[in-house]
């Protein structure tokens, strides 16, 4: 156990479509279109390491596909763009986070992720906003720049992820972490993903 400090940490599992299909299927009053759908086993371990490491913490996970399934599966539903569904779907986390960690992990699905990134900021700007996962490791130099995103863990994220909260929690600097991208400044020395 790394701390007792209680803190709110929200895990996403970010979209795996491209912004075109979910704005389409979310135009629609009816829907029959299955999308990608997975176990958000990123979020889910992450959210096993900091229940473990930081008891008091209260986690709440949100499956992004998930909940944009439930949508277009209802059998009749109003259309509904995609940054008031995003909307819609923050609504349902009850106490602003301190934390918030979003799987960045297909390509497809990046331009909506970082629309979520940026809807979470707006939502909670005092929130520390952290993305991981296979885009945002093979992508770093570019998601960095996004002004909603504080850190990107490159590599394995659940060790990392986990050094990381704690040393936010104890102020201490986190450069020393493997996989941790603060900044663009930090681009020229970054060591590849351990």
């Known amino acids: 156990m790394r701390s007792a400090k209680k803190k709110n940490l929200l895990l996403i599992n970010g979209f795996a479509s491209p912004t075109a299909?979910?704005?389409?299927?979310l135009s629609q009053p009816v829907s029959d279109s299955n999308i990608y759908l997975s176990y958000p086993l990123g979020v889910l371990t992450l959210a096993g390491w900091c229940r473990q490491e930081f008891p008091c913490f209260?986690?709440?996970?949100?499956?992004?596909?998930?909940?944009l399934h439930k949508q277009i599966s209802k059998p009749?539903?109003?259309?509904?763009a995609l940054d008031d569904f995003i909307a819609a779907m923050l609504e349902t986390v009850a106490a602003a986070p301190d934390y918030i960690g979003i799987s960045l992990s297909f390509s497809n699905g990046h331009k909506a992720c970082l629309r979520l990134c940026r809807a979470c900021k707006a939502r909670w700007p005092g929130a520390t906003l952290i993305v991981g996962g296979v885009h945002a490791t093979t992508f770093t130099h570019r998601i960095i720049t996004e002004p909603s995103i504080d850190y990107v863990i490159r590599g394995p994220g659940d060790a990392a992820f986990?050094?990381?909260?704690?040393c936010l929690l104890e102020?201490?600097?986190?450069?020393p972490i493997a996989g941790i991208v603060r900044d663009s400044d930090s681009l020229?020395?970054?060591?590849?993903?351990?």
């Open 171 to 175: 102020g201490r600097d986190p450069a």
């Open 188 to 194: 020229a020395s970054m060591a590849p993903p351990p």
């Open 58 to 67: 209260d986690i709440k996970i949100v499956d992004a596909m998930m909940e």
């Open 21 to 25: 299909i979910i704005d389409e299927l």
């Open 162 to 166: 986990v050094d990381l909260l704690a």
């Open 76 to 80: 009749a539903r109003d259309p509904v």
